[in-house]
């Protein structure tokens, strides 16, 4: 059985940096694409960034390049460095797996003063 697992996620003040693990289980994702998405209150779920096995990114486009997304085949896990952060970047996060198709529980980010 697969199972993604979060962490890192917390609060922070504006401008800080945050960085989320999501580490697999029950599976050698190595051939999948994996990433993230974000889904805040009274808000539809949204990319936040995925990458290929080949190690190739995709961004949504409020990232605007603050954000990197990166992965450890070796270790099962992603990484999602997050940088400048802002209040609008307050959700909770979600750790995807394209095959098989998986989600992880979530981890809260929020960012406030």
């Known amino acids: 059985q697969v199972q993604l697992v979060e962490s890192g996620g917390g609060l922070v003040q504006p401008g800080e940096s945050l960085r989320l693990s999501c580490a697999a289980s029950g599976i050698d994702f190595s051939n999948s694409a994996v990433g993230w998405f974000r889904q805040a209150p009274g808000k539809q779920r949204e990319l936040v960034a995925r990458i290929i096995s080949s190690g190739v990114p995709t961004y949504g486009d409020f990232v605007k390049g603050r954000f990197t997304v990166s992965r450890d085949s070796a270790k099962n896990t992603v990484y999602l460095q997050m940088n400048s952060l802002k209040p609008e970047d307050t959700a909770v996060y979600y750790c995807?797996?394209?095959?098989?198709?998986?989600w992880g529980q979530g981890t809260q980010v929020t960012v406030s003063s």
């Open positions: 995807w797996l394209a095959f098989p198709y998986s």
